[in-house]
DNA sequence: CTTTTGGTTCTGGAATACACGAACCAATTT
DNA sequence: AAATTGGTTCGTGTATTCCAGAACCAAAAG
């Protein structure tokens, strides 16, 4: 291996352990989001399952559990080769950008549920508060609104998804 | 107490788990998220540290910790009433504006990770990927400029905060 | 200066989340 | 049909999170 090779997966390594902790802090177990984070970088963009096994040092458990979950909520997928039984797991870019616009999508949910409060509050004689609330039920719903609008209007012009 | 006093009791307190599992889910430690909830529905809007305790039934440590956490965050703070040394917790609807905010502004975070990443992958062999990884990082950036732009014209009408 | 009040910090325990290794399973290969 | 391969599931140990209780502390009251 060559010097640059070396420095590349180096670099690589680091990408992923950067990466990582960011997919992490989202909500992921570590080793997921190390999964999906070299998935991410990795040259060419599928490997199998051993391969993953290698480059993350872990168990088969860990990596067969991170693509169960990854591969549930729709972030990734896998293709085959004839003669190949094993499978290539790879990032599935069109499930990724659902997974982002439902999770966007979801802005306005807490909005529901403080509308509820403010009926509930609707007796209450401190107005001042019910006001304050109903400006962040009102930003909520404006936000949420605005980003359906977003989503639309980069749909339209991007159909192929 | 009234009957129709006790069915309203009931019905806070139901807000209040329901409430509190969403603020769970969102980030917050299971008493953190009962907090925020119960100062979101309690009446009038701000209770002391031992009205919190005895109605969440909670130990005084994990009231204490849970009201560092949102005050920390911005999203509590507390007023005093001279003669009265207790302080009254509260909402504070301004910084959990901001909050909202600025977590929505985070959505361009990833997309400066993605374009590392384009860099790194720019010599590999395989177009496609890199093609789509564009197509989202341009998803990313869109959303991000457009919600910032949302915003932005939000601080124009409620120059307020 | 002693006690009470309002609250924080420390320590320990219980529950939970993660990941490992082993057992397991189905589909191939031999 | 025996062995290998590609991968999943189960059971266990460990690290972490979360909360209760006690000790603690500063300010105020007595």
Redesign the interface.
């Known amino acids: 291996m060559t010097m640059a090779e070396e420095e590349k997966i180096e670099?690589?390594r680091q990408?992923v352990e950067?990466?990582g902790v960011?997919f992490e802090r989202s909500g992921f177990a570590p080793v997921t989001g190390r999964v999906f984070a070299y998935l991410?970088?990795c040259?060419?963009?599928h490997k199998d399952f051993f391969a993953i096994q290698e480059f993350l040092k872990a168990s088969k458990s860990a990596i067969s559990n991170a693509l169960a979950v990854l591969t549930n909520e729709g972030l990734v997928d896998y293709i085959t080769f004839s003669g190949d039984r094993r499978r290539y797991f790879?990032?599935n870019?069109n499930g990724?950008?659902s997974s982002?616009k439902n999770k966007?999508r979801r802005?306005g949910?807490?909005g529901d549920?403080?509308n509820?409060?403010l009926n509930?509050?609707c007796e209450?004689?401190?107005p001042a508060?019910n006001h304050?609330?109903k400006?962040?039920i009102f930003?909520?719903s404006?936000?949420s609104k605005?980003?359906e609008q977003?989503?639309v209007e980069?749909e339209e012009k991007?159909p192929a998804t």
Do not use: A, N
Request: proline content about 4%.
């Open positions: 670099r690589i990408k950067q990466m960011f991410l970088v040259d060419p963009p790879r990032i870019t990724w950008l982002l966007l802005v949910v807490l549920l403080l509820d409060v509930e509050r209450s004689d401190c508060f304050e609330l400006k962040i930003f909520q404006y936000l605005g980003i977003l989503i980069w991007h």
